[in-house]
């Protein structure tokens, strides 16, 4: 489960190369699914519900963002947005668009999609976004701000969001994907463990990770919800791992790329890398 943590900023999952599960966390909020996937014909649900004590409040919208060659997420500003992208985010609907859940309350929003008429076949993708709505109370502080300068004084509040990809599919769609080189690197949060991988096709791909070594059924590694979204060819996948693993990795493995587990777990690519 990937949890929200206490801070600033948003945190998106399901692409990122992070191990992912059929709930997400953010804060006090579970988000499940963490995935949507849309035909055209026929809607969704999705399920908030508040494991926190006190009561929350939540704005759901939608925004576009685009995969990096490195699986990072960019958000886009929508003077930026592309023909494509404003079809999706005009194709979407969903209700309620703001919610306040109770401790331990479920909340179900329907997400529906109405594709025009005509539509070109493709993968459209809007990017679904729950933003707490800060307690107006608490922007204030308990204790008197100091002023920073005359007549000016900072009280910060956090404000925590986390998004799910909303996919509708037109027309007949294939993609295929192709792992690439591998290899063990050190960056600033410590070792991770890289590979490239490819997409063709006119789709995303999106699945599971287990990387083994040749002759033993036990997994190294295994990561969850990896993904590559259609405006990108390739993409570098890299995974944290512990010091003790990262030197477990190097020589020769097996890296296996399979699909989602839901939708039966066949393998969409696999392959025999020596790690360096």
Request: aromatic share 6%.
């Amino acid at each position: 489960m990937l949890r929200f943590l206490k801070g600033f900023g948003l945190f998106t999952a399901a692409a990122l190369g992070a191990a992912t599960s059929p709930a997400l966390a953010a804060g006090d909020l579970l988000v499940a699914p963490t995935r949507v996937v849309l035909d055209g014909s026929r809607g969704t649900e999705v399920v908030l519900n508040n494991i926190g004590a006190e009561p929350a409040t939540y704005r759901i919208s939608l925004e576009i963002k685009r995969m990096t060659g490195e699986g990072g997420l960019d958000e886009i500003a929508e003077e930026n947005v592309t023909a494509a992208e404003r079809t999706a985010l005009d194709m979407i609907a969903f209700s309620p668009r703001r919610v306040t859940l109770p401790p331990n309350q479920p909340q179900v929003v329907r997400v529906g999609v109405r594709v025009p008429e005509g539509t070109p076949p493709g993968e459209y993708r809007a990017h679904m976004l729950f933003r707490a709505v800060p307690d107006a109370a608490a922007a204030v502080p308990a204790d008197p701000v100091k002023p920073v300068s005359e007549g000016v004084s900072i009280a910060l509040t956090p404000i925590y969001g986390i998004t799910i990809p909303v996919i509708v599919r037109v027309g007949d769609l294939g993609a295929e994907a192709s792992i690439g080189e591998a290899w063990v690197s050190e960056t600033q949060d410590g070792p991770a463990f890289n590979f490239d991988l490819t997409r063709t096709g006119s789709r995303s791909v999106y699945g599971d990770i287990e990387v083994t070594r040749p002759g033993v059924a036990e997994p190294l590694l295994v990561a969850r919800g990896i993904a590559v979204y259609p405006e990108v060819g390739a993409r570098k996948v890299s995974l944290r791992v512990p010091g003790e693993l990262a030197a477990k990795l190097k020589g020769p493995v097996r890296i296996r790329y399979s699909e989602d587990r839901e939708i039966g777990g066949g393998t969409i690519d696999e392959a025999e890398r020596v790690v360096k």
